[in-house]
């Protein structure tokens, strides 16, 4: 249910602190208890669906009926890539991506920033912005709704205020994507703010003060120290932040129901709709498949990417 | 000197603006569920029009069965926090002092589970769980998120932290390795238990799309699951409807405030989303 | 592990947990069992009106069965309410009585989320094919067997405002109906006389983002022309294409020259007809409650002409009521669904003040509902009524409905002729007829 990446560097997997030169029998042993429930339930319940992901895409299985059904080649396949519905789906869940990662990035920066030039009340911004993000998400999507609600809403009350026609916020397109982007901005910004006030706060002082010292304005201290130094961190949030938004499904979901018109109907609604509305279980894992790869695609490129930069510069240090 | 004390003054006031703006949803749905639906259609703008009372919040209470709610999250979580400690502590403390056949394989599953977006493949989930008897339970929410290798990654960073004569001195004086693990290791780790706790906690409070599938009972749902059940823009039962979301947020906002540095931390340390 | 450990040890958590005076849903959440708060678990899809209508006849039962509880769940309309309806049923947790339009219990029956109705014990209390409408019985019957009872018909009918039908010279001696129509012309020359009479427009209904309502007209005037647009279990496209192009021509005719808008919304129908602007309005009839509301306006319900066929269609559905099957269901929790049941058919004379017509003969023919106006005037559509095909993915809130109502927007909104239209329909329908059924159909 998480996809994780530790923001320190270091390599989880270093060797093993093992008591005494040789591993003796009893830690053999006890290895494999200690390893073995977890190991169970990560067979079962982590690959075990992958599994069966795969098997039941060449299946014409039903959802909601015990059974396989008919063995039905490649076909799934074939129908999921030619529907143009799926890309349709597939076209909102990067849409979604590609405008919520540089907001949701660029401003966690900016306010992690920001933040950092002032000494006291960090612990109340922490809570302002962080809040948000302890809250279920049907939450946030009733209290949006009502704010977004024509004629009574604060937002569209704010609009007319100041002179201007709100948008149609749950009935249209461009409308909808506004209500879906804001609600995600405010939801889930606290948390890349909280992973780079962290990266933030391991830069030492004394670059800043050196800094001072030759006469740098704040903002020469942040464009050419800060952000730099920040690059990991942000290379980290970037590829959370495009996964986390690639797999959009809540706030559309609750919020516009993929509507008007399945016009903003994310991927995974397209799974839930063709998989569990429809039963067809089958189809529906073909499509998970394929949306699945992509995903597993575009964190296999961050890694491989960082590998080699990593790699990059140590053949750098070593000449 | 004086330029840069202007420019920290002036982030301060642009922080702080954007602060407030970012508590106006919470206030917003506070004073709304205090209000009366007359009203706020009347004045929504107002908010000491047509003067406040707790109303809605019985109404809310007594129409929907909120504390079924909160009691079936709260024992789901409750379940899935005991069961990740205990199962990715464990495997946790494998991966960091034994040596043992199979240890690779464990190594290289559990890096690869990092990259695989889980909430992907809700669908063969779905079948599985029908197959073994487990949808409509509670079980069907508790083991999918016992089988987190972030988890496992924690304890074992936390556990490589100790120092090594500790451990053969435990050895030496004739402890088995469970007594290492629990009396020596597991006490000193309180920081990871209580990271892997909150986090564990949080993400099973609020998963949505899994438990919509598998829990159907209008009384055996969650509170995000619940709740959305309320999510319609035709309803025009303001002051109810948000003090059911206030009842489903303000829980969620103490237990924040009372660990919000533990919680940050957790955060901050392994990305975890 | 096994999972009966697990159960084992997550009972002894909750046991130790005290929580014993909310065993019961935790108890099913733990080990899977039938959650028992309730004596009848009831799930429905109504809100407003009809939410009302229903929890009346709720609360009646409840008088009558004090000994029995009652658990009732309003969920989403539509697609979320079928979708938790079949998940439910597929976890082995389904509700005891739920509702089902019989549009949607093809699918339904044929992935065994059903009981038949004989076995659930309500033929013993009198519920038999003969004491209902036969064209909603006959929907009822999947394959032979029974899987619902049905509650009510639904028919998409004719609105018209009384006092512009009276200046426009429609009336009826009596004053109580229209005067007989025949064919798509005469129609449109009752719909020109109510624009002359002083109406903004002829006629209006409800257009944009409304896929359901411009399925339900089409259907309403294709089918009497034509037989049903896919067949054998929705593998085959069975479109006439004449029939199809006339039935678009005929749309136009409405739409074009002005006599009708062509993009408006549902709640600007709602306005045009509620302010007198519109002489007639095509819709449902459970909007009836809705308009009965508005004050000053004079207005009266009758079924819809013969248009283009030689006799006339009446497109519906029907609310039924279903069982969904769960092995582990105690003969007792039956015999009270089946009561239940009994008791929504004796009480749906309430049904029917939302404007539906009861599908239960002993209702429908009593002096509680005949004395209902205007919903005594169209009983004859329930007899008439032609529903949606027979396939698996069609049916009430459908992603059928809504693809294949979209292409009849363009049509009425005139930016799609007949004949691309026809072809546009082609694609649509291909794209459910192609698709591998999930279930074997008959």
Not at chain 3, 299 to 318: E, M
Request: with cysteine.
């Amino acid at each position: 249910m998480t996809t994780v990446a530790s923001t320190r560097p270091a390599h989880p997997m270093a060797p093993v602190h093992t008591v005494g030169q040789r591993p003796r029998r009893s830690g053999r042993r006890a290895g494999v208890l200690f390893s073995t429930p977890f190991l169970i339930i990560y067979l079962l319940f982590l690959v075990g669906p992958l599994l069966m992901g795969i098997v039941l895409s060449f299946f014409n299985t039903t959802t909601v009926k015990d059974g396989l059904g008919g063995w039905v080649g490649v076909s799934n396949y074939a129908k999921v890539l030619g529907d143009s519905l799926f890309w349709d789906a597939m076209w909102h869940s990067v849409l979604f991506t590609l405008i919520t990662t540089p907001l949701l990035v660029g401003l966690a920066l900016l306010f992690a920033i920001l933040a950092s030039r002032i000494r006291r009340g960090r612990v109340f911004y922490r809570l302002a912005f962080f809040a948000p993000y302890v809250v279920p998400s049907s939450v946030v999507a009733l209290i949006f709704l009502w704010m977004y609600t024509p004629e009574v809403g604060l937002i569209p009350k704010l609009f007319s205020a100041v002179g201007l026609t709100a948008p149609d916020f749950i009935g249209s397109t461009s409308g909808g994507w506004t209500a879906v982007i804001l609600m995600t901005l405010w939801w889930t910004f606290g948390f890349n703010f909280v992973l780079y006030t962290a990266a933030i706060q391991d830069v030492p002082p004394d670059v800043y003060e050196a800094a001072a010292i030759d006469g740098a304005s704040p903002w020469q201290q942040i464009r050419l120290i800060t952000v730099p130094l920040l690059n990991p961190t942000t290379s980290l949030v970037l590829i959370l932040q495009i996964l986390a938004s690639l797999k959009v499904f809540d706030q559309i979901y609750l919020l516009l129901g993929g509507g008007p018109n399945q016009s903003t109907r994310p991927v995974i609604e397209y799974i839930y709709d063709t998989g569990f509305t429809s039963y067809r279980g089958g189809y529906g894992a073909a499509a998970t498949m394929v949306y699945f790869v992509i995903i597993v695609a575009v964190s296999a490129a961050w890694y491989g990417l960082r590998r080699l930069r990593a790699t990059g510069t140590a053949a750098r240090a070593a000449a | 000197m004086n330029g840069a004390k202007l420019f920290n003054r002036l982030c301060a006031v642009c922080l702080t603006l954007f602060a407030l703006i970012w508590f106006v949803p919470f206030a917003w749905a506070i004073i709304t569920s205090l209000r009366q639906d007359g009203s706020i259609t009347q004045a929504p703008m107002s908010p000491f029009a047509g003067g406040w009372s707790l109303h809605a919040y019985s109404f809310a209470w007594h129409n929907y069965p909120i504390g079924y709610w909160y009691l079936n999250s709260l024992v789901i979580a409750a379940l899935a926090v005991v069961f990740t400690v205990a199962f990715c502590s464990m495997a946790g403390f494998a991966l960091a002092f034994l040596r043992f056949p199979g240890r690779n394989v464990v190594i290289a599953l559990v890096t690869a589970g990092l990259m695989l977006p889980t909430e992907a493949l809700v669908l063969p989930q779905f079948i599985e769980y029908r197959s073994l008897h487990l949808l409509g339970t509670y079980w069907a929410l508790v083991l999918p998120s016992v089988a987190a290798p972030v988890s496992v990654f924690i304890f074992q960073a936390f556990f490589k932290g100790i120092p090594t004569p500790l451990i053969e001195a435990a050895r030496i004086d004739g402890a088995s390795w469970w007594r290492v693990y629990w009396t020596v290791c597991m006490p000193i780790c309180r920081p990871a238990v209580s990271t892997v706790s909150i986090l564990t906690f949080i993400s099973s409070w609020n998963a949505f799309l899994w438990p919509l599938l598998v829990l159907n009972q209008t009384k055996s749902q969650t509170i995000p699951v619940g709740l959305s059940s309320l999510v319609s823009n035709t309803n025009i039962q303001y002051a109810e409807v948000m003090a059911s979301s206030v009842l489903g947020f303000l829980p969620l906002i103490a237990v924040f405030l009372v660990f919000q540095r533990r919680i940050v931390q957790g955060v901050a340390t392994t990305g975890i989303k | 592990m096994t999972r009966r450990r697990l159960l084992a040890l997550g009972g002894g958590l909750a046991l130790t947990g005290g929580l014993s005076a909310c065993a019961s849903p935790l108890a099913s959440g733990l080990t899977g069992s039938q959650p028992n708060t309730a004596d009848v678990i009831y799930w429905n899809l109504f809100t407003g009106g009809d939410g009302a209508n229903m929890v009346l006849m709720e609360n009646a039962f409840r008088k009558q069965h004090p000994g029995v509880t009652l658990e009732a769940t309003v969920l989403g309309w539509g697609n979320p309410y079928y979708t938790k309806l079949a998940l439910a049923t597929a976890s082995g947790t389904p509700p005891d009585v739920g509702i089902s339009h019989l549009s949607r219990l093809p699918l339904l029956a044929a992935a065994k989320l059903l009981e038949p109705v004989e076995n659930t014990g309500v033929t013993d209390l009198g519920i038999t094919r003969d004491r209902f409408t036969p064209a909603a019985w006959q929907k009822a019957t999947v394959d032979g067997t029974v899987y619902a009872v049905p509650l009510d018909t639904h028919p998409f009918v004719l609105y018209y405002n009384v006092d512009l039908a009276k200046k426009a010279g429609l009336l009826n001696a009596a004053g109580d109906g229209l005067k007989p129509m025949k064919g798509a012309h005469e129609f449109v020359d009752a719909v020109k006389a109510m624009k002359d009479a002083g109406a903004k427009y002829g006629a209006a209904m409800s257009i944009t983002g409304d896929p359901a309502t411009a399925w339900r007209y089409f259907s309403m005037i294709y089918r009497g022309l034509a037989g049903p647009v896919v067949t054998d279990s929705g593998t085959r496209i069975d479109i006439d294409t004449d029939a199809m192009r006339e039935t678009f021509a005929f749309m136009q005719s409405l739409t074009g020259p002005g006599l009708m808008p062509k993009s408006l919304n549902g709640s600007g129908a709602n306005v045009l007809f509620s302010t007198g602007k519109a002489g007639f309005l095509f819709d449902g009839e459970w909007q009836i409650p809705s308009y009965r509301l508005v004050k000053g306006l004079h207005f009266n319900v009758v079924p819809f002409p013969a248009l283009l066929g030689p006799k006339p269609v009446a497109y519906a559905d029907s609310h039924a009521l279903v069982v969904p099957r769960n092995a582990n269901r105690s003969p007792e929790r039956t015999a009270n669904a089946a009561r239940f049941i009994k008791s929504l058919l004796d009480h749906s004379a309430t049904w029917a003040q939302g404007g539906h017509v009861p599908a239960w003969l002993p209702v429908q023919r009593s002096k509680a509902f005949l004395d209902q106006s205007p919903q005594r005037n169209y009983v004859q559509a329930a007899f008439n009524a032609q529903y949606d095909p027979v396939a698996w993915y069609t049916g009430a809130g459908s992603d059928f409905q809504n693809t294949v109502g979209g292409t009849i927007i363009e049509v009425l909104a005139g930016r799609l002729g007949p004949r691309s239209a026809v072809a546009a329909m082609r694609t649509d329908l291909k794209r459910y007829t192609t698709a591998r059924p999930p279930v074997t159909m008959k």
